[in-house]
T-cell receptor, first 114, second 110 residues
Framework: DAGVIQSPRHEVTEMGQEVTLRCKPI?????LFWYRQTMMRGLELLIY????????DSGMPEDRFSAKMPNASFSTLKIQPSEPRDSAVYFC????????????FGEGSRLTVL | QKEVEQDPGPLSVPEGAIVSLNCTYS??????FMWYRQYSRKGPELLMY????GNKEDGRFTAQVDKSSKYISLFIRDSQPSDSATYLC??????????FGGGTRVLVKP
């Protein structure tokens, strides 16, 4: 299996632009998570899906952030408009239904907003 | 107060030494405890998982949980330069949300 695949790996954009991050989870995994990692705040859960349905989005910082999962093999995290404080590494992770809780992470998308 | 606290380090040790990492948590509802390892510019990967108090060993790694003190430890024996990474403790209560500590950066010098 190829693991969790994220794109782009790096994104540099200007304040006010729209950013779309993409994730392909491991095939057969029922759960998909979006995390954000910064030096100051560490790894923070933004939102997670179960069977393509958003279950908990309480970690989404504000309305500028949105996430979708149109099918079992694809999810997007969108920031519109982007701000410099959104600069971080965004990780997608997936998990099978019957495991202890092991998350399989992608390699992350490093976002820099100028 | 964060739900899961870790000393950020860095913790620098010579090759072959024992690495001792600690983590405290504040919510007694936590049921599952994990240690993840994260290499630079990579995603975290699961090292150890446990749900009970006591010790769990896996090769050179030992995870220790003390629920009465809300304390989690990870020990790495015979440390190698390849163990240089950031180690994140994590907890999961009933449900699906995994909460991470801030991570401790470890440097093993040859």
């Amino acid at each position: 299996d190829a693991g969790v695949i994220q794109s782009p790996r790096h994104e540099v954009t200007e304040m006010g632009q729209e950013v779309t991050l993409r994730c392909k989870p491991i095939s057969g995994h029922d759960y998909l998570f979006w995390y954000r990692q910064t030096m100051m705040r560490g790894l923070e859960l933004l939102i997670y899906f179960n069977n393509n349905v958003p279950i908990d989005d309480s970690g989404m910082p504000e309305d500028r952030f949105s996430a979708k999962m149109p099918n079992a093999s694809f999810s997007t995290l969108k920031i519109q408009p982007s701000e410099p404080r959104d600069s971080a590494v965004y990780f997608c992770a997936s998990r099978a239904r019957e495991t202890s809780g092991e998350l399989f992470f992608g390699e992350g998308s490093r976002l820099t907003v100028l | 107060q964060k739900e899961v606290e870790q000393d950020p380090g860095p913790l620098s040790v010579p090759e072959g030494a024992i690495v001792s990492l600690n983590c405290t948590y504040s919510n007694s509802a936590f049921q599952y405890f994990m240690w993840y390892r994260q290499y630079s510019r990579k995603g975290p990967e699961l090292l150890m998982y446990t749900y009970s108090s006591g010790n769990k060993e896996d090769g050179r790694f030992t995870a220790q949980v003390d629920k009465s003190s809300k304390y989690i430890s990870l020990f790495i024996r015979d440390s190698q330069p390849s163990d240089s990474a950031t180690y994140l403790c994590a907890k999961r209560a009933a449900g699906n949300k995994l909460t991470f500590g801030g991570g401790t950066r470890v440097l093993v010098k040859p």
